[in-house]
């Protein structure tokens, strides 16, 4: 009896190790996965050049007068 219960435990770590590695490695490989597919099934002619007028601005500005100095 307690050959099976050795082995029913080890068959059982063995499970929890297999979902763990699943868990942890698998949304990765999905992705991946995912944007390749997506890759080869879309050809480069079917979305067209960006065109972005995007300045060369800083996100966030301070005003010109709006400067404290701290002494």
């Known amino acids: 009896m307690a050959v ?3 082995t029913a ?3 059982g770590l063995c499970l929890l190790g297999l979902c763990l590695f699943d868990y942890i490695v698998g949304p990765p490989l999905y ?10 099934s879309h050809t480069s002619n079917t979305c ?3 065109l ?3 300045s060369f ?3 966030l500005t301070i005003p010109e ?3 404290l100095t701290i002494a």
Not at 31 to 40: K, R, S, T
């Open 57 to 59: 601005q800083p996100l």
């Open 65 to 67: 007068g709006c400067c």
């Open 31 to 40: 992705w991946q996965f995912m944007e390749g597919l997506v890759a080869f």
């Open 4 to 6: 099976n219960q050795t």
């Open 48 to 50: 067209p050049p960006c």
């Open 52 to 54: 972005c007028d995007c």
């Open 9 to 11: 435990l080890k068959v």
